[in-house]
């Protein structure tokens, strides 16, 4: 228990840390991996992390980076349906943007955009940007819950401003990168 407490207190400690001194940097980064966390499954330790900073601060500033990222992934994969000629691959990132888009990102990831890597790719970028923004602008949530396109309701409203153009953000820069790449 106290080893645990001290372990959680640490990372906790050194997330906020980084994101205090260098608000922009530390979204930057933490927003161009955070997909690579969920294809090794390592994103749900990050939950406790989001639990601690929200008892300790009254907010979290790394859930809403997860929500951009969501919608990131759906992005670059929405593209792929213009940019395809295969009518499956076609069927399936429509159907993988719209659950990347409610906040389950493993059927864009691992049925469309990891298999073709540049939507992937371009994806972590839109995401990176987008959290250097927000971090930037100090945008956090009262709580986490779902990701994507719905996760605007876990921000603060006063944050809002910011997280939105973010969302423009994650919407646009995968979608245009994927489609040039593409053709």
């Given at each position: 228990g106290p080893l645990t407490f001290y372990l959680g207190n640490a990372i906790t400690g050194t997330f906020v840390g980084l994101f205090d001194e260098f608000a922009a940097l530390g979204g930057l980064i933490y927003g161009g991996v955070y997909a690579l966390l969920v294809v090794t499954g390592m994103h749900h330790t990050?939950?406790?992390?989001?639990?601690?900073?929200?008892?300790?601060?009254?907010?979290?500033?790394?859930?809403?980076?997860?929500?951009?990222?969501?919608?990131?992934?759906?992005?670059?994969?929405?593209?792929?349906?213009?940019?395809?000629?295969?009518?499956?691959?076609?069927?399936?990132?429509?159907?993988?943007?719209?659950?990347?888009?409610l906040g389950i990102t493993e059927p864009a990831m691992f049925g469309v955009n990891l298999r073709y890597r540049y939507p992937f790719i371009a994806a972590l970028l839109g995401s990176a940007l987008a959290a250097a923004l927000i971090s930037f602008h100090d945008d956090k949530a009262s709580s986490i819950g779902v990701g994507g396109l719905p996760g605007f309701l876990s921000i603060f409203p006063q944050n809002w401003g910011a997280f939105f153009v973010g969302m423009g953000i994650v919407l646009l820069v995968p979608f245009l990168l994927t489609l040039v790449i593409g053709k």
């Open positions: 990050f939950l406790a992390v989001d639990l601690q900073l929200i008892a300790s601060t009254g907010g979290t500033f790394l859930w809403p980076i997860l929500a951009l990222s969501n919608i990131s992934q759906g992005s670059a994969a929405l593209a792929m349906m213009f940019v395809s000629r295969e009518e499956k691959v076609k069927g399936m990132s429509l159907t993988s943007a719209v659950s990347a888009f």
